[in-house]
C-alpha cells in the first residue's frame, strides 16, 4: 500500500523532489543563517533531492520569487530606511511593538499592516509636510524578516517556526520548509489557524495524497501564526489529567491502561470515571468512545480495557470539566508549545 501511496505522489509532484536527510532535529525557530549553503533562497525557490520511498510531501519544485511589495509589515521586521541624496537620514531599524520605527527629525511613523511601498510613502510624507526636505525620495527594504512567522511539528525532518515572506504560502510549500516528513508520516497535515476561517474545521485535516494527486496544491494555504502538525504513523495521543501529555507509538497490543501507564498515570485531578477516546474514522468524521471507567480499567477489567487505534486520543478530564467535542485541536494545544510569536489560540 505504501508503494502505491509513493507512485500516486510521484506522478502527482513530476519534477518535485524531497529531502535527502532523514534526521529529526530540535524544534527551533530558523532563519536563512539556518539553511545549507547550497540553498540559495527561501522555501520557494529551492530544489532538493530525489523523493524518499515514504510517498508524502516533501521540498517542492521552485516557485515564482515572492515579492517584496506584497509583503505585509509587522512589528520584529527590520527595514532599512534610505534617503536619496541623505545618507545621514539612512538607518537599520526594527519595527516595535506598536508598529512604528523611529526615525531621525520625523520620530515615530506607523508602518506595520502595510507594505514597504506605503512605508516609503508615509515617510516622504512626513519629511515634507515637517519642512525638512522639499521633494523626498525614500526606499525601504526588508532586511530581517521576524513578524510573520509560521510553525511545522510533528513528523517531519526540521520541526520549527518559519518566516512568512509572501501574505500567504501553500500547505506543501510550508512542509518542504521544514525539509519534507520522515518515513514514518502519516499522509495527513492537521492546520491549525490562528485566526480560524468562517466555516473551515479547526484543526483543518488534509489529506497530502489526495491534494497531489489532484495537483489542487494551492486549496490550502498557510497564514501568519498558523501550525500545521503532521502526525506520525501508528502514534496516538493521551491528554488531559495525566503526568506525562503527549505522543505514543502504537504498538500491536497497546489498550487504554497500556496507554494511561505510558503517560505517567492519571492526576489526583482526573475524572476517572469519564475518560473517553476519540477515534478518526476512515470517512473524516470523529467517534467518541465515552463514560470508560479509569479505575475499573486499571484493576484488570478487560472489557472496559478499549484496544487503541492510530491517532486515536485519550482523554482524561479534569473532575468537572466537559470532554464534549474535545478531539485532536484540543491536543495540540495542550501539548505543543510554539512559542510566543506563533501561538496557538
Given at each position: 500500500m505504501r508503494g502505491i501511496v509513493a507512485g500516486i505522489v510521484a506522478g502527482g509532484l513530476l519534477?518535485?523532489?524531497?529531502?535527502?536527510?532523514a534526521a529529526e532535529v530540535p524544534f527551533k525557530k530558523h532563519d536563512e543563517s539556518d539553511k545549507p549553503a547550497s540553498r540559495t533562497g527561501p522555501a520557494e525557490n529551492q530544489r532538493s533531492a530525489p523523493m524518499p520511498s515514504s510517498?508524502?510531501?516533501?521540498?517542492?519544485?521552485?516557485?515564482?520569487?515572492?515579492?517584496?511589495?506584497?509583503?505585509?509589515?509587522?512589528?520584529?521586521?527590520?527595514?532599512?530606511?534610505?534617503?536619496?541624496?541623505?545618507?545621514?537620514?539612512?538607518?537599520?531599524v526594527r519595527?516595535?511593538?506598536?508598529?512604528?520605527?523611529?526615525?531621525?527629525m520625523i520620530g515615530a511613523v506607523p508602518v506595520a499592516g502595510g507594505t514597504v511601498v506605503e512605508a516609503q510613502q508615509k515617510i516622504e510624507a512626513a519629511l515634507k509636510q515637517g519642512g525638512f526636505l522639499l521633494n523626498p525620495r525614500v526606499t525601504v527594504s526588508v532586511s530581517e524578516y521576524q513578524g510573520r512567522q509560521y510553525a511545522v511539528v510533528g513528523a517531519v525532518n526540521q520541526p520549527g517556526t518559519y518566516t512568512l515572506k509572501t501574505r500567504q504560502t501553500p500547505l506543501l510549500t510550508a512542509i518542504s520548509?521544514?525539509?519534507?516528513?520522515?518515513?514514518?508520516?502519516?499522509?495527513?497535515?492537521?492546520?491549525?489557524?490562528?485566526?480560524?476561517?468562517?466555516?473551515?474545521?479547526?484543526?483543518?485535516?488534509v489529506d497530502l495524497v489526495t491534494m497531489v494527486k489532484s495537483g489542487d496544491t494551492n486549496s490550502v494555504m498557510i497564514e501568519p501564526g498558523d501550525v500545521v502538525y503532521v502526525p506520525e504513523e501508528n502514534t496516538f495521543y493521551v491528554t488531559g489529567e495525566v503526568e506525562k501529555r503527549g505522543a505514543f507509538t502504537l504498538k500491536r497490543d497497546t489498550t487504554l491502561s497500556k496507554a494511561i501507564t505510558e503517560a505517567g498515570g492519571a492526576t489526583k485531578?482526573?475524572?476517572?470515571d469519564r475518560v473517553t477516546v476519540v477515534r478518526t474514522l476512515p470517512s473524516g468524521e470523529k467517534k467518541e468512545i465515552t463514560g470508560i471507567n479509569l479505575d475499573a480499567v486499571m484493576?484488570?477489567?478487560?472489557?472496559?480495557?478499549?484496544?487503541?487505534?492510530?491517532?486515536?486520543?485519550?482523554?482524561?478530564?479534569?473532575?468537572?470539566?466537559?470532554?464534549?467535542?474535545?478531539?485532536?485541536?484540543?491536543?495540540?494545544?495542550?501539548?505543543?508549545?510554539?512559542?510566543?510569536s506563533v501561538p496557538i489560540r
Open positions: 519534477a518535485a523532489s524531497w529531502c535527502a536527510s510517498g508524502l510531501p516533501g521540498p517542492l519544485p521552485a516557485a515564482p520569487p515572492a515579492s517584496e511589495g506584497d509583503y505585509i509589515l509587522a512589528p520584529k521586521d527590520q527595514v532599512l530606511v534610505q534617503v536619496f541624496g541623505q545618507e545621514d537620514l539612512t538607518r537599520t519595527i516595535d511593538q506598536d508598529g512604528n520605527i523611529v526615525l531621525p520548509e521544514a525539509r519534507g516528513v520522515r518515513e514514518n508520516a502519516e499522509p495527513a497535515a492537521y492546520v491549525v489557524r490562528a485566526k480560524p476561517h468562517p466555516g473551515e474545521a479547526q484543526p483543518l485535516q485531578r482526573a475524572a476517572s484493576k484488570g477489567d478487560h472489557k472496559a480495557d478499549v484496544k487503541l487505534q492510530a491517532q486515536d486520543v485519550v482523554v482524561v478530564p479534569a473532575d468537572g470539566a466537559k470532554v464534549a467535542g474535545y478531539n485532536i485541536l484540543d491536543f495540540l494545544r495542550g501539548v505543543f508549545s510554539i512559542g510566543a
